[in-house]
């Protein structure tokens, strides 16, 4: 069964600090993986997207790194603002026969304090 | 990219009455897909709309409870059916590109049952 798994669960963090959020998978076949961002209240929205031959990828102050060995996955947020208070969801694609199916993880909700 | 917009953005609705959402994108996508949000949770999918026949709807999920139509490529609509306090949680359309290279979010419709 495909599966995405997401670590911690929730975190705070002081404004100005840096902060890593997990992601571990287990989807086959392998199609690619995606960080998403999602402010309460709002629909999710993309921001990385990585195939399999990509180690890492940035978007601003956000780096996501993939291992696609050891089937793991990281974002990384650097000088964190409040605006960056939101749920961080791990998404992986699988490919099939219909298309790609996704995956999504738990989510990590993120709160930046002042 | 695609914008992708909902209709209503929340309600709240009487037991065993029915609320049809809408969802609109301004470019054409190949897929549409309609996903529940529970509070807390993670995105869960419901079915995929599939232009100009039935939706495909995953485990859990029928279409006597959640019938949905997709007109054209642009538009689809999903329909809560004799609506109970469970079904109470953000319902989200998503878009997305061949492949689902690319998948977007609309913003998400909150529904509260009473």
């Known amino acids: 069964k495909n599966q995405v798994e997401q670590s911690p669960q929730s975190l705070i963090i002081l404004e100005g600090k840096n902060c890593t959020l997990q992601c571990n998978y287990t989807v086959s076949p392998f199609s690619n993986l995606r960080w998403y961002k999602q402010d309460t209240g709002r629909g999710p929205v993309s921001l990385t997207i990585?195939?399999?031959?990509?180690n890492t990828k940035s978007n601003g102050r956000y780096t996501a790194t993939l291992d696609a060995d050891t089937k793991q996955s990281s974002l990384h947020i650097t000088a964190s603002q409040l605006s960056d208070s939101a749920s961080y969801i791990c998404?992986?694609?699988?490919?099939?026969?219909?298309?790609?199916?996704?995956?999504f993880g738990g989510g990590t909700r993120l709160m930046v304090k002042p | 990219s695609a914008v992708i917009s909902q209709k209503p953005s929340r309600d709240i609705c009487q037991r065993g009455t029915s609320l049809t959402i809408q969802c609109q994108v301004d470019?054409?996508?190949?897929?549409m897909f309609w996903y529940r949000q529970q509070p807390g949770q993670s995105l869960t999918l419901i079915a995929t709309?599939?232009?100009?026949?039935?939706?495909?709807?995953e485990s859990g999920f029928v279409i006597d409870k959640f019938p949905i139509s997709r007109p054209n490529l642009t538009f689809s609509t999903l329909t809560v059916s004799n609506m109970s306090p469970e079904d109470s949680s953000i319902y989200l359309c998503s878009g997305g590109t061949s492949g689902l290279v690319a998948q977007y979010f609309g913003p998400g419709t909150r529904l509260l049952v009473l």
């Open positions: 709309a599939n232009q100009g026949s039935e939706a495909t709807y």
């Open positions: 470019s054409q996508v190949t897929m």
């Open positions: 998404v992986v694609s699988a490919r099939g026969n219909a298309g790609n199916m996704l995956t």
């Open positions: 990585m195939t399999f031959s990509e």
